[in-house]
Nanobody, 120 residues
Framework: QVQLAESGGGLVQPGGSLTLSCAAS????????MGWYRKAPFKQREQIAS???????NYAESVKGRFSISRNDANNTLYLRMNSLQPEDTAVYYC??????????????WGQGIQVTVSS
């Protein structure tokens, strides 16, 4: 059974930085596209960054120039480096993988979410 686990969240002051990680475990044949979403209180869920299996990345305007997405296919891990954090970045962050487990078809998997709070 495939599972995604996020780490690296927490409380940070405005202007600070955090790096989120998302590691996939289980019987994985291959991973295709990956991405990060976030859900802030009273707001809709927002896709903020994505990266294809060839390494092409895209960002939401709200994070462009401040956040950087990367991946390590050797250990099926996704990263999100977040710089210049602001209170409006406060949200629960979710990772998502499009992957193929051994013996099954492609499916979209989600992590459980991790809290990021930006406050002084």
């Amino acid at each position: 059974q495939v599972q995604l686990a996020e780490s690296g969240g927490g409380l940070v002051q405005p202007g600070g930085s955090l790096t989120l990680s998302c590691a996939a475990s289980g019987s994985i044949f291959t991973v295709h596209d990956m991405g990060w979403y976030r859900k802030a209180p009273f707001k809709q869920r927002e896709q903020i960054a994505s990266i294809t299996h060839t390494g092409v990345s895209n960002y939401a305007e709200s994070v462009k120039g401040r956040f950087s997405i990367s991946r390590n296919d050797a250990n099926n891990t996704l990263y999100l480096r977040m710089n210049s954090l602001q209170p409006e970045d406060t949200a629960v962050y979710y990772c998502t993988f499009d992957l193929i487990p051994y013996g099954a078809g492609e499916f979209n998997y989600w992590g459980q979410g991790i809290q990021v709070t930006v406050s002084s």
